[in-house]
């Protein structure tokens, strides 16, 4: 079983660009999660989608931040514009099932450097 | 609201010696659930354990050992006979379910674990 794909894996890009990130998760994974992880800190959630609906953005910064999934299956993160303050690693991740007790399969992330 | 908190920072220890990571934990909630999650350099967070606040027996999973105490709100993680492998930042993380599937997973700052020859 194919695990969760990230592209890219690495970005650097100027201040006031805009930047995509594409997450493909796990095949039959209903619930798509998008994570901010800064460095030396645990991920952060910024966005869940259950298929195509995203059923909780309340910490995603909506002036800058936007996302997308389309066909409930892959999705797009994209920034516009980027500020220093966003470089980071973005992870995405997967998951099957409801409740407490998901377990949430992580991809390798995209480390995004804003200069 | 839902915290975590990994007070070790940084830990280095010799192959072979034994290293306990701790995770306090802070919820109103009754049921919820106790995770860890391995981070190694290559980015990718795998999962190790999975533990649901009813059950509070310790598991053993070959040199990992996890204890689950909910009178001291810990779930603190065991690596005997470390390895250089085992290096790796390791994070706690307390879900709670989203109504319509789903759960929100509160990590804690994680531990980074440097195991030396």
């Known amino acids: 079983e194919a695990g969760v794909v990230q592209s890219p894996r690495y970005k650097i890009i100027e201040k006031k660009q805009p930047v995509a990130f594409w997450c493909n998760p796990i095949?039959?994974?209903?619930?798509l999660y998008w994570y901010l992880q800064n460095l030396g800190q645990g991920p952060e959630l910024l966005i869940r989608?259950?298929?195509?609906?995203?059923?909780?953005d309340s910490q995603l910064p909506k002036d800058r931040f936007s996302a997308e999934r389309l066909k409930g299956v892959d999705s797009t993160l994209k920034i516009q514009p980027a500020e220093l303050g966003d470089s980071a690693v973005y992870l995405c991740?997967?998951?099957?099932?409801?409740?407490?007790?998901?377990?949430?399969?992580f991809g390798p992330g995209t480390r995004l450097t804003v200069l | 609201a839902q915290k975590v908190t990994q007070a070790q920072t940084e830990i280095s220890v010799v192959e072979k010696e034994d290293v306990t990571l701790d995770c306090v934990y802070e919820?109103?909630?009754?049921?919820?659930?106790l995770f860890w999650y391995k981070q190694p350099p290559s980015g990718e967070l795998v999962f190790l354990i999975r533990?649901?606040?009813?059950?509070?027996q310790n598991e053993i999973s070959g040199r990992y050992s996890w204890n689950f105490q909910k009178s001291t709100s810990s779930f603190n993680f065991t690596i005997t006979a470390s390895q250089v492998v085992d290096s790796a930042v390791y994070f706690c993380?307390?879900?709670?379910?989203?109504?319509?599937?789903?759960?929100?997973?509160?990590f804690g700052t994680g531990t980074q674990l440097k195991v030396e020859l």
């Open positions: 095949s039959g994974h209903n619930t």
């Open positions: 919820t109103r909630d009754t049921t919820y659930y």
């Open positions: 989608y259950e298929n195509e609906e995203a059923v909780d």
């Open positions: 533990r649901n606040s009813f059950d509070e």
């Open positions: 993380a307390l879900s709670e379910a989203f109504t319509g599937g789903g759960n929100k997973l509160t």
């Open positions: 991740a997967s998951s099957r099932g409801q409740g407490a007790d998901n377990e949430q399969f």
